[in-house]
């Protein structure tokens, strides 16, 4: 090491053994002088997470379930790694002293809790996990503001506005002569398929997205186009903007990641190869910028790049995410956990694909009202919900 290097960034990846938890290591394996893990966190994939323990000794591995870290304790016996358990056991690691940024990377609601504590331990965090904000953005900002948190969006749409916005931005669009966030959706597996056929989907179908390699909900959220509902969401906290300034445009190659327009017609783009480790590297680095593994992008080879308004008949969904982010409150979180039980139950053979978009329009449509005034009334309402669209999808 130089006199000049500085040390080592010091992370938690919380789940490591996902496909994001993955390409962060990816991105960490290839500048060991820059990063250094101090805690993975996982839940069934117990052998990965021994194996990537076992690679970058970790002072803490976290699974959720007692059995699960006895084997895991096995697996890691004679290694400097400590095993702990449970829920509490992620919001510790998230938010230990000597940690500085925090990969927040678990899928769905379970995510919220230790992203929020990484925001009240004022961490660099890297978020991914959208839900987070989905369901609870107003305090999850809050917590950000007020403890000096330092927060940098890890979806590859938010990554390229932040990239794209002025410098320092913090909110108010207007204020810095932004007109519109334009977010970029590939449109998924069914973007041109024909319209009666949609009830046939099966969930193979449907995780088989042709640009991007991703967790199963993810995917059959972008197959449906929630994913980019959600991120209309995660776009409105995460920058400040109304509704009305987040614009959705289907762009089938996947290489513009969304951009911003401004009050002068200036249009600033991200463009990259479509892969995780761009908008990975970019945040662990960040404000610097190192190699993160992916190809150059030959835009003489992709030849074209293609836009198109997207199609609210063909995806529901994106249409039941505005409607929720207009009512507010706790409709966004009820339409998250409904979300999250249709995909599930979708992905089980139990409802067909249709009938994600049908349990969310009548989960919100039962429940919006919901109160919304606290953390504690956002997580009943997810429960709520959850208990509402079992029903519908039982009925
Ligand atoms: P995966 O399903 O691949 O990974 C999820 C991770 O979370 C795994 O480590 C999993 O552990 C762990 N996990 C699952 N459930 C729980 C739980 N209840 N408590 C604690 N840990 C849990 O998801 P992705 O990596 O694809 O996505 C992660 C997040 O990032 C999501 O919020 C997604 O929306 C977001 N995101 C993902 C993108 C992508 O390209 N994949 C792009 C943009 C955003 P295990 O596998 O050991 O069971
Ligand atoms: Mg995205």
Redesign the pocket.
Known sequence: MTPHTPPPRKLTIL???????INTLDVVARHPERFQVVAL?????ID??AEQCRRFQPRYAVV?DPGKGRELEILLAGTSTRVLVGVAA?EQVASLPEVDSVMA????A??LRPALAAARAGKRVLL????TLVMAGRFFMEAVREHGATLLP???EHNAVFQSLPAGYRGNPAGHGVRRILLTASGGPFRTRALETLKDVTPEEAVAHPN?V?????SVDSASMMNKGLEVIEAHWLFDAAPERIEVVIHPQSIIHSMVEYLDGSVLAQLSNPD?RTPIAHSLAYPERVEAGVPWLELAKIGQLTFEAPDFARFPCLRLAYQALAVGGAAPAILNAANEEAVAAFLERRIPYLGIAATLEATLGRLSGLPAGSLEDLMAADGEARRTARELMTA
């Open positions: 789940g490591a053994t996902g496909t994001i938890g966190t996982g839940q069934n994939q990965k997470l959720l992620l990377a678990i899928v769905g379970a995510g991914a996990n959208k839900e890890i979806d590859s991007w991703m967790g199963k909900k993810i995780m």
